[in-house]
Nanobody, 122 residues
């Protein structure tokens, strides 16, 4: 499984951004896919996950602002981020695993893509 994240950038507080994760080698719909972020100088933090059946769950700090979705035809998982805050600044990683039940754990994921930097200015 290879994952390629893209779409990060610089955005002002209150703005929106959508980042993408394209999978190759397998159908991403067969996996639980998550977004995990790492703010500068901090530990990795769970952001959101989507199961193979489309169930979703979110980290407390992003609930109601971020939306994870999947386009099976494009083999891509998205993270739509709205009402962005400076504390959302981080490197965002997409990751995949067969296990969705523990998807909130950052050590749950077997496959990782490279990160994409999201910077929110105040």
């Amino acid at each position: 499984v290879q994952l390629q994240a893209s779409g990060g950038g610089l955005v002002q507080a209150g703005g929106s951004l959508r980042i993408s994760c394209v999978a190759s080698g397998v159908a991403i719909s067969q996996y639980a896919t998550g977004w995990i972020r790492q703010p500068p100088g901090k530990e990795r933090e769970f952001v959101a996950a989507i199961s193979f059946s489309g169930d979703t769950n979110y980290g407390v700090s992003v609930e109601g602002r971020f939306t994870i979705s999947r386009d099976d035809a494009k083999n891509t998982v998205y993270l739509e981020m709205n009402s962005l805050k400076p504390e959302d600044t981080a490197v965002y990683y997409c990751a995949a695993d067969l296990n969705y039940s523990t998807s909130r754990r950052t050590d749950n994921y077997r496959y990782w893509g490279q990160g994409t930097q999201v910077t929110v200015s105040s």
